[in-house]
């Protein structure tokens, strides 16, 4: 009978030993995002982190994913997330600038950096550190969250042949680019995403960016605005995605080491899923719409945009140690990194000719 | 006595269970890299992967990684890998056209496509699925590697003015970019690394490629040649890993994703970290040495380039339905994607200026 006892009393204590190692507790996280429900290319980005992180997890670190129709909070990403409402958010780190403006230097910048050249800085040249160091203060964790690439400069009803054509100009271009066109005249506004076309159709506006052909060809921008110009005001959008630090914290080492790779595959893939779309539906513009003009804005346009730029730019960093940090490490590596673009892409590109 | 035996037959049963179903068997992955041991940013993505994937795994799967010191044949990596002699290997595809030509056109190609067209391609474009097809007739998996950006053209002792300048003209390149000189009048000649820069330095040989600033900087070559010219023969260089297909399907599924996710990102950091050495070591080699002058091939000399590269090609797809399936995809892919990158990437850079 001891015998027996002690068997089972052995058999127990496995038993337990194996539940407590291999316990597989299952972790939910909860994720919002700014983009309507089934949205392209950044809604199929908090799928695929979805996806690879269940499998990968093996069903131990689930999410579930809350689109704007849901939570009712597009811009309300940061303090859900801030607060604990929600884990993870899916959004863009410039949204945010209201909140903390040092946030807005870590999607894109006017006459900034190129995609390659931003991920370079992200990851080798110091940039993960700085967004760090930003977002610390409100308990959050931050990392790029997919590229959309070079944005177009946006659609016009009319050419704009010198500044003066800026002048009273009014353009839908949110956030600093559209500071900087004030500065020179302009008169931005933020019109919501539905009421864009007809706005466009009806004059209300005389111009609007949105992102580039991969998302402008379903918003049929093209059918009644002209010109097409490049970009120059977010040369690299980068999405993000915001954690929650306690959550994170919660979770056992090869759980967030799980969710760090997940995010940043989808990030990457975020991009190569957006230059492919902007090719594919660019060239379904050009097809269907042979008489859309490609314009870039005349130099010295481009030239008094990028002084409004740097002088922009210089109030911020004369108001704050931290943005001044921020921007001149931007400025010095992408002087670094442009020169190498130079003579490796660019100089590709451009001798290949016509 | 009934009850107690029922009871420990269900202790034993249970115990049974959570063996099979948390017995996290340990799984082992021999992995065989084409670098020397400790070689940058490539050797980098290697013990990246191994990282990623034990943290992830939390230990159950494991790599080890031999370096070419270890198994003395780092252009065998395909048979050793074929053989099951070694799970997974890091190298690069173009390496094996002496084995199967199809493998040639998933690393980079002249007057090809560059990174982000090629991650598009791979990933959105039919490119992974074209590669499976080439790689499955050997049992093999192949995925993307690691980028390393644009190569340079290569460091000359003399000015290439016409084509005249490239008769005779002895240089090291290999593979298909050296049968493209070859129809040229040049004489293209591999010669290992080791021997490189007494070779450029004696005049053995007129002119090299390497790779670019990434990798060039620390073989010295800028202070034994005066011209580093821009490129044309692998505007996106890609490497690879390559996966034995039976290892593979032995893998659970949640170690597959692992697997495959880690090789994803390690592949894409790559690529952002190639790109940051060759801006950070471009700006060393400027800085010490400002008489390198960056020289672009006449266009006489790139349009000669192109015509005996698509010859070459048309031979390739004549021979060959697959190659012809493959060159299609590319040819057609990027004319859809370097229109978008003309009115992207290119025109925010030209327009620029300087």
New interface residues.
Partial sequence: MLN?LT??AT??G??LA??S??A?KTYRLRLAETWPPNYPIFGEATKSLKK?VE????GRLKITIDAKNKHKAPLGIFDMVKAGQYDIGHSASYYWKGKDPNTLFFTSMP?GM????Q???????GGMELMAKVYARHGLLSFPGGNT??Q?GGWFQKEIKSLDDLQGLKMRIPGFAGEVLAKLGAKPTNIPAGELYTALERRTIDALEWV??SLDLRMGFHKIAPY?Y???HE?ATELQFLVNKKKWDSL???LQ??LR??M??AA??T???S??????N??TI?SDYPNIK?K??P?AV?DAMRRANDELLAERAAADPLAKEIIDSQAA?MA??R???????????????E
């Fill in positions: 027996k068997a089972m058999l127990a496995l038993l194996a539940g190692a291999f597989d690879m499998t990968m997890s093996n006459f190129t995609a390659p050249e991920y370079a800085w992200f990851y080798y040249g690439s070079n177009m580039g052909p097409y490049t970009g120059w040369p056992p080492a090869d080491e799980v790779v997940a940043r595959t990457y893939d991009y190569a899923q230059y492919h779309a902007s090719a594919v660019w060239d050009k490609i870039t804005f130099k481009l590596y670094k990194a020169a190498w673009t130079a003579i490796s892409d660019q100089a590709y590109l451009n001798s290949l000719g």
